[in-house]
């Protein structure tokens, strides 16, 4: 996630009782390129491939959240 486009911020501390399942008290994505938009999140839940990680990738399969908020 290393780009002057796109900024992840994780507001508390993330923790994981099963392998691949990551649960997190609060996030905001900021994206700054040809469209640009602000998605804040409570309460969510990453699905991740953790085979992707050998190869230094990390891909979502799933996520789900609560009160979610998204601004263009």
Do not use: C, Y
């Amino acid at each position: 996630m290393r780009s002057d486009e796109l900024i992840v911020h994780i507001d508390h501390p993330s923790w994981t009782l099963w392998p691949g399942h990551i649960h997190v008290r609060g996030a905001t994505v900021l994206v700054n390129g040809e469209t640009q938009f602000k998605l804040q999140a409570k309460n969510l839940l990453v699905h991740v491939n953790l085979f992707g990680l050998f190869k230094k990738h990390l891909k979502v399969t799933r996520l789900s959240g609560d009160d979610i908020h998204f601004f263009v």
